[in-house]
């Protein structure tokens, strides 16, 4: 009776806990497809409120797209805990054992996998509501999308897990998240303004460059921390 | 637990050689505490006062920025001392996941983190206000400005999620990892911000400086640092008190009569 | 490991807030040997049992599960220790098999999808593999939970109210499942109100009243 000797590593763990997740987001499509309605219904919201000037909604549309991701992640994040909670699974994967911190790559991966795939619909939606071509080219945009989708998602997690079991969780979460949120929001937007307006004077390294400072900040923090957080 | 403070005592036993004279010189540090605590405002408020003289008599105009320029001598030290707290707030929530987590330990986080908010608050009200006259506008994207206001917000988020969450103990290990998390916050949103505003002229510090300006900033930077040492002495103490009515002694009450293991 | 206790707690304690949960428990149980707990909703039996199994610390007071110990070697006492609560773990949307194939797999099982599938089996559940479990009654969680904590092998099977929500087959099988459990050598801690059952399975007995050890 002792204990199975082909135990998973940390990486493997991190990749079987992503693989469940992304199992139980493909299983629950539903709920993504409202994930994605919202994020489209706030970006429409947004050109609406600014008025029908093209020109302005053009230049707005880099931080718009970002804050309509940003919007829909405290949904998707919630959602990724209250999964984990109904049950108490996240308990019953603690116990297994494994290991909190790989539990935290692989559910935080899962997060910025849901968000790039919201981003991805609402690129296109973008270019044609607020009439912008990514002069910077697509693969530019894609880079852009994929650190802010991973930026939000690492102290999302963490965020998610800390209110998940709090009574006011869907006002603690935007509440404790949003404000930490603004350097990626601003870099983000900033980088996505110039690869759909044309970066004329180089700037997009240095907004990337902030991008992969908050990514590698947000990371290790988690991976450092969410043992504290979900360890009773 | 027991056996590690006892250990220390033992250690100070033999240094002060004997029961009696460590008895002593704890009654003493006691004492010495005690004053200390009475001291810190008794001191801080009166020289706060004459601070205020000094500010606003005394030192002559700013060259350039004229007589709104006092307000520096309150919003600075105001400043500091906001990231004095913050700083003690970051130590004790290292210190709390780090080492034995310690309901002193968070108190003394608790502590921090809202003396920090009170001074916050205080410098960036003095900045808006001296920005007006200033530069016509009562909030305008200066980079410290807005990262100092974003850090407040930060700070104001993790004490609203302490009030939801009633366990002491989990209380204390979440805000630890939400002081953490803020100062690598701050951090962060100070250089983001830094960088969003490349583009635009901003108004900065005095260029010249002259003796009276250094000695009304740096009486008026004491002033403010006893009375925030106070404040968060003061806060510590009613954390402690709160502290005590939730949290139940460390070590359970003994067992009455032997009960009934098969 | 080999001749160490099962369980060797002395002054086991754990508070929540001004409350103690859990008050100066001492027990001693040897490897094989089966312990009913008893006691009444809120008498510390839950607590005790997720102490045990290393979900929460200890307030004070010291354990070792086979010779570890229960504060600096969490991680070793969970590999050991299996706990079937009234949470039970399962994931909503994923089917009954998923539901032990990703444990199966976090655990490095050999052949997780055989495994998974000879214990659907076992419990009864071998119909309903690919069914989701949301549309499972709470007797059919409680099965597909019993599952999941045999996929581990425990050494220390913990068991917090098994046979809440099962009909009288269901009891009998979980029953059946204890005897089996208890025949490989596994030690049994059993927390239950049925104390007829109970009593007919295990040989010892600790009554828990306001978190102290008590007499029945």
């Known amino acids: 009776m002792s204990p199975s000797h082909a135990r998973p590593g940390f990486w493997l763990s991190a990749l079987l806990v992503l693989q469940k997740d992304l199992l139980i987001e493909w299983r629950s499509r539903a709920r993504l497809n409202a994930l994605v309605f919202f994020a489209l219904s706030t970006l429409l919201l947004f050109s609406f409120a600014l008025g029908a000037d093209t020109r302005i909604l053009g230049r707005s549309a880099g931080g718009y797209l970002w804050l309509a991701i940003m919007f829909a992640s405290v949904l998707a994040l919630g959602e990724s805990f209250r999964v984990e909670n109904e049950n108490g699974a996240l308990d019953g994967l603690r116990l297994l054992p494994v290991d909190p911190r790989a539990i935290f790559v692989g559910k935080a991966t899962g997060n910025a996998a849901l968000l790039m795939v919201v981003a991805v619909v609402l690129v296109p939606v973008t270019l044609a509501v607020y009439d912008v071509r990514p002069l910077e080219g697509l693969p530019r945009l894609g880079g852009v999308l994929a650190l802010g989708c991973l930026g939000i998602s690492a102290p999302g997690t963490m965020y998610a897990a800390i209110t998940s079991r709090s009574r006011a969780k869907d006002v603690l979460l935007p509440l404790l998240l949003f404000p930490i949120l603004i350097p990626a929001l601003i870099a983000c937007s900033k980088a996505a303004t110039l690869v759909l307006h044309g970066d004329a004077m180089q700037e997009l390294r240095s907004w990337t460059g902030l991008l992969l400072g908050f990514n590698a900040a947000y990371w290790s923090l988690g991976i450092l921390l969410f043992p504290s957080i979900i360890e009773d | 637990m027991g056996t590690e403070t006892g250990n220390a005592r033992k250690f100070f036993e033999e240094l002060f050689q004997g029961r009696e004279n460590l008895e002593k010189v704890l009654k003493l540090l006691r004492q010495l505490l005690k004053a200390l605590r009475i001291a810190l405002p008794v001191i801080g408020f009166p020289?706060?006062?004459?601070?205020?003289?000094?500010?606003?008599?005394?030192?002559?105009?700013?060259?350039?920025?004229?007589?709104?320029?006092?307000?520096?001598?309150?919003?600075?030290?105001?400043?500091?001392?906001?990231?004095?707290?913050?700083?003690?707030?970051?130590?004790?929530?290292?210190?709390?996941?780090?080492?034995?987590?310690?309901?002193?330990?968070?108190?003394?986080?608790?502590?921090?983190?809202?003396?920090?908010?009170?001074?916050?608050?205080?410098?960036?009200?003095?900045?808006?206000?001296?920005?007006?006259?200033?530069?016509?506008?009562?909030?305008?994207?200066?980079?410290?400005?807005?990262?100092?206001?974003?850090?407040?917000?930060?700070?104001?988020?993790?004490?609203?999620?302490?009030?939801?969450?009633?366990?002491?103990?989990?209380?204390?290990?979440?805000?630890?990892?939400?002081?953490?998390?803020?100062?690598?916050?701050?951090?962060?949103?100070?250089?983001?911000?830094?960088?969003?505003?490349?583009?635009?002229?901003?108004?900065?510090?005095?260029?010249?400086?002259?003796?009276?300006?250094?000695?009304?900033?740096?009486?008026?930077?004491f002033a403010f640092l006893f009375i925030a040492a106070w404040f968060v002495w003061e806060r510590y103490e009613l954390a402690l008190k709160a502290r005590a009515g939730e949290v139940a002694p460390p070590e359970p009450p003994p067992a009455p009569a032997e009960g009934g293991v098969a | 490991?080999?001749?160490?206790?099962?369980?060797?707690?002395?002054?086991?304690?754990?508070?929540?807030?001004?409350?103690?949960?859990?008050?100066?428990?001492?027990?001693?149980?040897?490897?094989?040997?089966?312990?009913?707990?008893?006691?009444?909703?809120?008498?510390?039996?839950?607590?005790?049992?997720?102490?045990?199994?290393?979900?929460?610390?200890?307030?004070?007071?010291?354990?070792?599960?086979?010779?570890?110990?229960?504060?600096?070697?969490?991680?070793?006492?969970?590999?050991?220790?299996?706990?079937?609560?009234?949470?039970?773990?399962?994931?909503?949307?994923?089917?009954?098999?998923?539901?032990?194939?990703?444990?199966?797999?976090?655990?490095?099982?050999?052949?997780?999808?055989?495994?998974?599938?000879?214990?659907?089996?076992?419990?009864?559940?071998?119909?309903?593999?690919?069914?989701?479990?949301?549309?499972?009654?709470?007797?059919?969680?409680?099965?597909?939970?019993?599952?999941?904590?045999?996929?581990?092998?425990?050494?220390?099977?913990?068991?917090?109210e098994p046979f809440g929500e099962l009909d009288p087959g269901g009891i009998e099988q979980m029953e059946s499942v204890i005897r089996e459990l208890q025949q490989a050598g596994t030690t049994v801690v059993l927390a239950t109100h049925l104390i007829e059952q109970g009593q007919s399975l295990c040989s010892r007995r600790l009554h828990l009243s306001g978190g102290r050890a008590a007499q029945a």
């Not at chain 3, 707690?9 to 094989?32: E, F, H, K």
């Not at chain 3, 610390?57 to 991680?75: E, M, N, V, Y």
């Not at chain 3, 909503?92 to 000879?118: H, K, T, Y």
């Open chain 2, 47 to 221: 020289m706060l006062a004459f601070g205020g003289w000094l500010a606003l008599a005394w030192v002559p105009a700013e060259r350039d920025m004229g007589a709104p320029s006092r307000i520096m001598y309150a919003h600075v030290p105001a400043v500091w001392m906001m990231f004095l707290c913050c700083v003690l707030n970051f130590g004790a929530s290292i210190w709390y996941l780090a080492g034995k987590p310690s309901l002193k330990v968070d108190a003394m986080a608790e502590a921090g983190a809202e003396v920090c908010l009170v001074f916050g608050v205080i410098g960036v009200l003095l900045g808006s206000i001296w920005a007006r006259p200033t530069w016509g506008v009562y909030w305008n994207w200066d980079p410290r400005l807005t990262s100092v206001t974003v850090m407040l917000v930060t700070y104001a988020a993790m004490m609203a999620a302490r009030r939801f969450e009633e366990d002491p103990d989990r209380r204390a290990r979440v805000s630890a990892v939400l002081g953490i998390l803020a100062a690598a916050s701050a951090v962060l949103v100070w250089f983001s911000v830094k960088w969003f505003n490349s583009l635009h002229q901003v108004q900065s510090s005095p260029k010249t400086t002259y003796p009276e300006l250094v000695v009304t900033l740096r009486w008026n930077s």
């Open chain 3, 1 to 160: 490991m080999s001749t160490a206790p099962a369980i060797d707690a002395v002054d086991l304690s754990r508070r929540y807030g001004m409350r103690w949960a859990l008050a100066r428990i001492s027990l001693r149980l040897d490897q094989g040997q089966s312990l009913l707990l008893t006691g009444h909703n809120g008498s510390g039996k839950t607590t005790l049992l997720r102490v045990l199994a290393g979900a929460v610390p200890a307030s004070t007071g010291r354990a070792s599960i086979f010779g570890l110990d229960l504060a600096k070697q969490r991680f070793e006492v969970r590999q050991r220790v299996g706990l079937l609560t009234h949470a039970n773990a399962l994931y909503e949307d994923l089917s009954a098999q998923e539901n032990l194939l990703v444990p199966a797999r976090l655990l490095g099982v050999p052949q997780p999808s055989a495994r998974a599938a000879a214990l659907l089996a076992k419990v009864g559940l071998e119909g309903r593999a690919k069914d989701s479990v949301r549309q499972f009654s709470a007797g059919m969680r409680k099965r597909l939970s019993i599952a999941r904590l045999l996929l581990k092998n425990p050494a220390l099977a913990l068991f917090d």
